[in-house]
């Protein structure tokens, strides 16, 4: 008996919270969070074509200049899995790089500036006082071979 009480407090509990949780989402502006991204060629005397999309928008081809950028807005739920991916492609390397979800977020602080550099692409984070965080060119430019055999 005394079992089946404490059950019965913690699944009212439980259904409390859980109208709770879909209340404050439906009142909800404060669980929707607008993003935004910049995508900017920070290699001079370059020019430098991206393709950025998700699984909802295809935003084009854009050839970018030297200090020219791409910026696009959206609206996601907080812990959302909205993803944004982009083709870069310079004369120093290339490759596919994930440009926003939910653990880039929390990097950039809803404001996500990509500076395209000579060695890779570097996130600004917002949230860490602007350090950037790189990554390395996933391939080599188009004109280096391999190692010849
Ligand atoms: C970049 O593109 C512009 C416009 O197409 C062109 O005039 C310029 O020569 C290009 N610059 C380089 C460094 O390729
Ligand atoms: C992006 O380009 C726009 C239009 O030229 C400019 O107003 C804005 O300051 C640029 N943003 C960055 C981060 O360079």
């Known amino acids: 008996m005394k ?4 059950n019965s ?3 009212i509990a439980l259904l409390l919270t ?3 949780l879909i209340t404050s989402e439906a009142n909800g502006r404060l669980l929707v969070d607008r993003e935004t991204v910049v995508v900017k060629n920070d290699i001079s005397g370059e020019n430098i074509t991206i393709h ?3 699984s909802d928008d295809d935003l084009g081809v854009h050839t970018l200049p030297y200090a020219a950028n791409f910026t696009w807005y959206f609206h996601v739920s907080v812990g959302g899995t909205t993803k944004f991916y982009c083709d870069l492609t310079t004369g120093h390397g290339s490759g596919n790089y994930g440009v926003f979800d939910w653990r880039l977020e929390t990097r950039c602080d809803q404001y996500c500036l990509w500076l395209i550099q000579a060695y890779g692409p570097c996130l600004v984070q917002t949230a860490y006082a602007g350090h950037l965080y790189c990554q ?3 391939k080599p430019p188009h004109n280096i071979k391999a190692f010849p055999s």
Do not use: D, H, I, R
């Open 3 to 6: 079992t089946l009480t404490q």
């Open 9 to 11: 407090v913690l699944a």
């Open 18 to 20: 859980m109208a709770m």
């Open 52 to 54: 950025c999309y998700s």
């Open 136 to 138: 390395p060119w996933k």
